[in-house]
């Protein structure tokens, strides 16, 4: 699933905020050092729980005390490029799920955001660069220059959906990694921006990859995953980071156990962030149906009822309140989904009505609420109540003339089919 995208896109600029304890600035006291690692591990912390404003006066802090070092306005760049994600729900569902992504551009994102995000990115280059004029060696202002690279990549494709100029400074990064690694082979924390190039190389589209190898990028989903796999045993300071990327490449891989292993432990260390609960219950509920095919139906149920149980906690846990208030409406959704994939209907379709009744509920899920309550009525045997939701479908305001059209006709149709069982039977 794809709800940790912000997680992932991040993780290839965050690892070179953590080489503080490593490259230490010679101007610098113990004192500022030992500061400088506070702020920023408070504002990592907050990021992965989900708490922007948090992370924003602890980056901004680094900023303030620390002007000349370009880890204030990167970190900051982070945040902005990770909440703006989390906020666009439709980019989270698109990134590596389908070919669609790449083709479709009607995500539009605040011309304010890219700006500020340019500024960002540039005020940190700028210092980086000064660094490495004055030391060409300087192992920590190339790996700031390695991940503003991937952090441009990663806002340029997820965000403004510019693939080939994310190929640029996705391969910007990556090299500079290398060089990095050059100067300290034992820095392993650099693979994980080579890691994750290599995969996503490697998963690109056919068309896309072909045009990417004529442009020298060349990429390997095996290798990739090696390189993620030994950051996240072996590195110093990115193995969340490593294990966030893991949890949404061994959900591609169908690897679900590993998934629910990660998902678990991230979940425990950062209590408020839902998503990792949400990624375990879509493993348990994918490992439910590999125990199925397999003729286990005892696993089966047994997975399917420890999601549920997830979810219920979810909507039940106080400690969350605040987090899941913010995304109640994709909780119920997901909870929907899981319901209907376990035949449940009737459970399924009150969880999905119950995200169109959510205030301020992202429009297109509620849309997509509708539909699935539809289907979800239609499978607990009641026609009558999912006619009704399927044209509700149809009175959205994001739905198209042609796509109003299709739905007309598909309910006409699945209505007659209804009738025609209904009088074989009567």
């Known amino acids: ?42 504002g990592l912390e907050a990021l992965y729980n989900l708490d922007y404003e948090k992370s924003r006066k602890a980056f901004s802090e680094i900023v303030r005390l620390y002007p000349d070092h370009p880890a204030g306005s990167q970190l900051l760049a982070a945040r902005l490029m990770a909440k703006t994600l989390y906020e666009s729900r439709r980019l989270q569902a698109s990134l590596f799920s389908s070919e669609s992504f ?22 940190s280059k700028r210092l980086a660069e000064a660094r490495l004029k004055k030391d060409p060696r300087d192992i920590e202002a190339l790996n700031f220059l390695a991940a503003i690279a991937g952090l441009k990549a990663s806002f340029e494709e997820a965000v403004e959906r510019r693939h080939f100029a994310a190929l640029k400074d996705g391969s910007e990064a990556v090299d500079r990694h290398r ?6 082979p034992t820095y392993v924390d ?34 990739g995953l090696a390189a993620l796999e030994r950051v996240a045993k072996e590195g110093r300071w990115s193995r969340d980071d490593a ?10 891989e169908k690897r679900y156990q590993d998934v629910l292993a990660l998902a678990r432990e991230l979940s425990a260390k950062y209590p408020r962030n839902f998503l990792y609960r949400l ?77 169109t009744k959510v205030e301020r509920a992202e429009p297109t899920l509620v849309t997509m609420s509708h539909l699935y309550a539809a289907r979800a009525l239609d499978l607990a045997g009641k026609r009558d109540d999912a006619l009704t939701q399927y044209r509700q479908v149809l009175t ?28 074989t039977y009567a």
């Open 279 to 355: 990624e375990a219950a879509d493993a348990l509920v994918a490992q439910a149906a590999v125990e199925r095919k397999a003729n286990n139906g005892v696993g089966a149920a047994k997975a399917e009822h420890e999601a549920f149980r997830t979810f219920d906690d979810l909507l039940t846990d106080r400690s969350l309140r605040d987090t899941v208030s913010r995304a109640l409406d994709l909780v119920h959704f997901k909870y929907g989904e899981v319901l209907l994939t376990a035949g449940q209907g009737g459970r399924a379709a009150r969880e999905f009505l119950a995200v």
């Open 190 to 223: 650099a693979e994980l921006t080579i890691g994750l190039y290599d995969y996503v190389l490697g998963s690109l589209p056919l068309p896309v990859r072909l045009l990417a190898g004529v442009a020298g990028a060349r990429g390997s989903k095996k290798r």
């Open 1 to 42: 699933m794809k709800y940790l995208l912000l997680l992932v896109l991040t993780t290839i600029l965050v690892n070179s905020t953590l080489a503080f304890g490593q490259a230490k600035d010679a101007t610098a006291s113990e004192t500022a050092s030992s500061r400088m690692e506070d702020l920023r591990r408070t």
């Open 243 to 252: 294990k966030s990327v893991l949890i949404l490449l061994y959900t591609r």
């Open 179 to 184: 060089e990095v690694l050059k100067l300290d």
């Open 102 to 123: 790449y083709t479709k551009g009607d995500d539009k994102v605040d011309p304010k955001i890219v700006a500020e995000f340019r500024n960002l990115t540039r005020e």
């Open 396 to 423: 959205r305001p994001d739905i198209s003339d042609a796509t109003k059209i299709y739905w007309t006709c598909a309910c006409r149709r699945a209505s007659r089919r209804w009738n025609s069982v209904s009088r």
